[in-house]
């Protein structure tokens, strides 16, 4: 292997540009040429590539967002389109490839190698971190805290109007944002995906702590297959509840801004392993993070084995909401 590529691919996620300095950096302490590839696999099909050595991935460890940009591709998903990729990969003399994104990035690349015979391996970056294979995918922590401090300061002005807040939150029908954000930001309830809704009782709890004195309340939604449907749900809850309320959809704030230690760390020593794992003649595999070791998972496990919510913690919102 002597040439390796790198794409961002799917949502952008706090640590990607990490990741590439990673990967790049990693690459060339092998004695591997890196090339970039820009817009994810829509650049990929076009050939939008440019060369990377360690000192074009310098200062960007503590900025959000992909410098080499990312995109979800329809295009990529036929076979034409896939073909163009191949070309462009050939063209570029790349022998292995790196993509930094979610499930349907993943699934991309392996179609890749299926026909093409390419080398690839993935590394979770969404801020979702619905990824099997993986404690935590990179941005995902960024976002946690993105989305607290949001519900820190509507805390503030919940409390001083003494008014009820549905605060949605991102996940793609997963609740993994919604729920670490409820319980670090002490929202009386939560409601995700994985779990049924009951409005009636969600109604009952919030009137008997209204009744109890609590003047302010917070509830954390998650937007599932179905963004805003925080407002469907206020809409439905506040006429029983008897307080004035309010909706926030944090939308694509949390998809911004520095990415936080913990995802720095996280992007630096997978983007390491990505291209340890290319040079071991690893292929069709995702380097993940699990009780802190690094794993090694094969694609098709990513998106076919669930990776379970902690619904524990459901439970232990509903306890501490007093
Ligand atoms: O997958 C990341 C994510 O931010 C999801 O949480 C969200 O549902 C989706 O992307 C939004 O996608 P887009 O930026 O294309 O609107």
Not at 8 to 31: E, F, K, L, Q, Y
Not at 108 to 129: F, H, K
Not at 139 to 153: K, M, P, S, Y
């Amino acid at each position: 292997m002597k040439t390796i590529a790198v794409l961002t691919s799917g949502g952008d996620a706090p640590g990607m540009n990490a990741c590439i300095r990673a990967v790049v950096r990693a690459g060339a302490t092998g004695g591997l040429r890196v090339v970039g590839f820009r817009h994810g696999f829509n650049g990929l099909m076009a050939g939008e590539h440019l060369p990377l050595d360690p000192r074009s991935v310098a200062n960007i460890i503590q900025r959000g967002g992909t410098f080499l940009g990312t995109a979800r591709s329809p295009e990529f998903k036929k076979l034409k389109g896939r073909r163009k990729a191949i070309e462009a990969l050939k063209s570029a003399g790349a022998d292995g490839l790196v993509v930094i994104g979610g499930e349907g990035s993943f699934r991309g690349a392996q179609d890749l190698i299926r026909e093409s015979g390419i080398r690839a391996v993935g590394i979770p970056g969404t801020i979702d971190n619905d990824l099997y294979g993986t404690d935590f995918s990179i941005g995902f922590d960024t976002a946690v805290n993105t989305a607290l401090e949001a519900i820190d300061r509507i805390r503030d002005t919940a409390a001083s109007h003494e008014r009820l807040f549905f605060i949605e939150v991102m996940g793609h029908r997963t609740g993994f944002l919604a729920l670490e954000v409820a319980v670090a930001g002490g929202a009386e309830a939560v409601l995700v995906p994985e779990a049924p809704t009951d409005l009636d009782q969600l109604c009952r709890t919030l009137s008997e702590s209204h009744r109890r004195g609590k003047s302010s309340s917070i509830v954390i939604v998650a937007e599932g297959d179905e963004p805003g449907v925080a407002f469907t749900i206020a809409n439905r809850v506040k006429s029983s509840v008897g307080m004035e309320s309010r909706v926030v959809i944090l939308g694509h704030v949390q998809r911004g801004g520095p990415p936080t230690a913990k995802d720095r760390v996280l992007a630096s020593r997978l983007g390491a392993a990505a291209v340890e794992a290319l040079m071991d003649g690893q292929t069709g595999i995702m380097v993940g993070e699990i009780h802190n070791a690094v794993v090694r998972t094969a694609f098709p496990e990513t998106w076919e084995k669930r990776k379970g919510l902690d619904l524990s913690r459901l439970a232990l919102v509903g306890a501490l909401a007093g």
